[in-house]
């Protein structure tokens, strides 16, 4: 008795199972075209050369450079709104009057406690040629303008304790520029209008001071070098067979 209500409680289930009914395909409502099972055979957009492109291929080391001139002074945290406003970025750096005039508006919003202009009223060129800074410079916007100014404005290379990934990025992107990491506070130990020279070698870069006689060593640049001076990352892809050259 007990064990017959069990089983009308718990029926034996069949040992096989009815097939589960197919749902039809989605179709979205937005498509106005019928799916098709076309297949597609995609190519790359470039075709790299045969078969890889190598490190030797791509470029030389990294040449020997030599930035004499002004230095430039600034302190921690230069964002990009102060390398270049907001408001200037209407101009167009491939457009060569517009890029002069980028070059004009460089660090034009430091505060008024910065009394020497990186570039004087009038003027689209800067006097001084190094840009010395401290920690997390270039941080805040990822605008491009923000090196692409200082190197139409005649920079040659800053010189900071640490910078933002994006602005240095950016340097090496667009090649105007060389952001150098130095391996202790310069910024501290140098002024405005002081006299120096950065020589560019392959792993012992330094910055010498000089009006006060100091030097200081530079971490080395690295992999960026060589797209910096092949003039940014398209130049580079072009000198190094990555994509076709401007003329082909």
């Known amino acids: 008795m007990a064990a017959a209500s069990l ?54 080391p990294q040449e020997r450079k030599t930035f004499h001139g002004l230095c430039y002074v600034v302190g ?58 401290g920690e997390n410079f270039g941080c805040g916007s990822s605008r491009e303008h923000a090196p692409v100014c200082l190197g139409a404005a005649g920079a040659k290379a800053v010189v900071a304790q640490s910078y933002a990934r994006i602005f240095f990025r950016n340097s090496v992107a667009t090649g105007e520029i060389y952001p150098l990491d130095s391996e202790v506070r310069v910024c501290d130990e140098c002024s405005t209008g002081d006299v120096a020279t950065v020589e560019l070698r392959e792993g012992d870069s330094v910055l010498i001071n000089h009006t006060t006689g100091k030097e200081y060593k530079l971490k080395a640049i690295g992999d960026a070098g060589p797209v910096i001076d092949a003039g940014g990352i398209f130049a580079y892809a072009r000198k ?9």
């Open 7 to 60: 089983r009308s409680v718990n029926p034996t289930l069949p040992r096989t199972l009815p097939s589960p009914t197919r749902s039809p395909p989605f179709q979205s409502p937005f498509l106005r075209f019928a799916p098709t099972s076309t297949s597609f055979n995609l190519k790359p957009l470039v075709t790299p050369p045969s078969p890889f492109v190598t490190r030797s291929a791509a470029a030389s």
């Open 240 to 248: 190094a067979g990555m994509i076709p050259s401007a003329a082909a």
């Open 76 to 133: 921690d945290n230069i964002d990009t709104d102060q390398i270049i406003p907001a408001e200037f970025l209407t101009l167009v750096p491939s457009n060569p009057e517009e890029y002069q005039k980028l070059g004009s508006h460089a660090l034009v919003g430091l505060p008024a406690s910065y009394k020497d202009r990186f570039v004087e009223p009038g003027e689209t060129k800067t006097k001084y040629s190094i840009i010395i800074g």
